[in-house]
């Protein structure tokens, strides 16, 4: 039953009801007459701001909906991730002081407690475009030069402050990444799959919006960037994000949660949600000290190990296998280097697999000197 019909019948029930009472004690009063008059004038403000109240909580229901679409889809089941939640029942105290933590919120959808920057009708210049940022109610908006066009140029090499004459649009923002230092929006895009950024981030500290490129490290000569998070942000920002391209190109991507959850540093915990139904089985482990195989617990694993589940995203590297396609495969346990090559100084006592990767890291290094400035 949608919420409408629920709140309409509440009412209806409710002016029912305060229609008898008011009938019954009236009607002593001020004659049967004036009594039916009020009561029928009650009635009538009862259902119209129902329906008004109706009317706003619908327009809510679509309006969160509508993010939801607009973002990444959540693995099922099967991908053996089973999310911070259901990590709470028997983790109270951590999952209290995750929680708290800047990871967790680090992405999220844009809804008013997550969005922190100035959309109070703020009019910002950059580059030769101009940006308008209103709110409508819970929802985050901006009029700009259509950022998928932007975007498309950006991509063949073709820099958009050359272009003055394209559309301009308005896009909702529907996810935000950032919650310590400074906040980056995602707009939707045209295709409703890609996230497309507003070229401003949001310092949190200084409270003022900052052209992008003025904070993220770029050639000076490179023009205007237009990242897309679908193939930047997802590998860290987010558990387990995979592109999911299909056959156009176009990304379908999927995630075990947004932010940095429990996960990400434990790996994927259906296996050990299932194994610990058994009450006799949790309190054995409790009380042993060998811990639980069931799951990774950063702190018992080797150091290099404890260090890399860490380094998968504090860590300057490149993938070795192609994300767009395959997802990102690395889980907290593995080792970093089966799946990426670690940017670290030189050491001559690198095994046969090490050297290999010190070798293509320098000819992708000399293909793109500026990349690690």
């Known amino acids: 039953m949608s919420g409408w019909s629920l709140v309409l019948q509440s009412l209806v029930l409710s002016g029912a009801v305060i229609a008898l009472v008011l009938l019954l004690l009236l009607d002593r009063r001020v004659g049967r007459g004036r009594a039916a ?35 990444p889809e959540l693995f099922d089941a099967t991908s053996g991730f089973v999310r911070s939640t259901t990590c709470r029942a028997c983790h109270p105290g951590q999952y209290a002081t995750w929680h708290a933590t800047f990871h967790r919120t680090m992405t999220q959808l844009a809804t008013p407690d ?12 950059n580059r030769g475009r101009t940006y308008h940022l209103t709110r409508r109610g819970d929802e985050f908006w901006v009029n700009l030069v259509d950022p998928d066009a932007e975007h498309d140029l ?33 707009l939707e895009s045209r295709d409703g ?4 950024n507003l070229p401003f981030v949001w310092l949190i500290e200084e409270a003022r919006w900052v052209p992008r490129e003025d904070v993220f490290l770029r050639p000076p000569h490179g023009g205007r960037g237009f990242d897309q998070w679908n193939n930047n942000c997802i590998e860290c920002h987010c558990v387990s994000g995979d592109e ?3 056959e156009h190109g ?16 434990h790996g994927p915990a259906a296996a050990h949600v299932q194994a610990n139904r058994d009450p006799l089985r949790r309190y054995r482990t409790h009380l042993s000290a060998a811990g ?38 690395y889980r907290a346990g593995d080792a970093l280097t089966d799946t990426k090559m670690i940017l670290q100084i030189s050491d ?13 890291l320098q000819r992708h290094i000399a293909n793109q000197p500026e990349g690690f400035v």
């Open 250 to 265: 176009i990304p379908e991507s999927r995630v075990a949660e947004l932010g940095i959850t429990c996960e990400a540093c």
């Open 154 to 186: 950006v991509s063949r090499g073709i820099y958009p402050n050359t272009v003055p004459d394209l559309p301009r649009v308005n896009r909702r923002v529907v996810m935000t990444t950032g919650s310590h230092a400074q906040q980056t929006c995602w």
């Open 37 to 71: 008059a009020a009561v029928a004038l009650l009635v009538l403000v009862a259902v119209i701001g129902g329906l008004v109240y109706a009317r706003q909580t619908q327009s809510r229901v679509r309006s969160g909906a509508h993010l939801v679409a607009k973002t």
């Open 292 to 329: 639980d195989p069931t799951i990774v617990n950063p702190r018992t694993l080797a150091q290099a190990a404890s260090a890399q589940v860490c380094g998968q995203c504090h860590g300057m590297n490149v993938r070795k296998n192609d994300v767009a396609r395959t997802g990102l495969s």
């Open 244 to 246: 999911n391209l299909n």
């Open 193 to 196: 799959r890609r996230l497309l």
């Open 348 to 360: 001559p006592h690198r095994s046969p697999a090490e050297e290999a990767d010190w070798a293509r």
């Open 114 to 125: 997550a969005v922190v920057g100035d959309f109070d009708d703020r009019r910002l210049e």
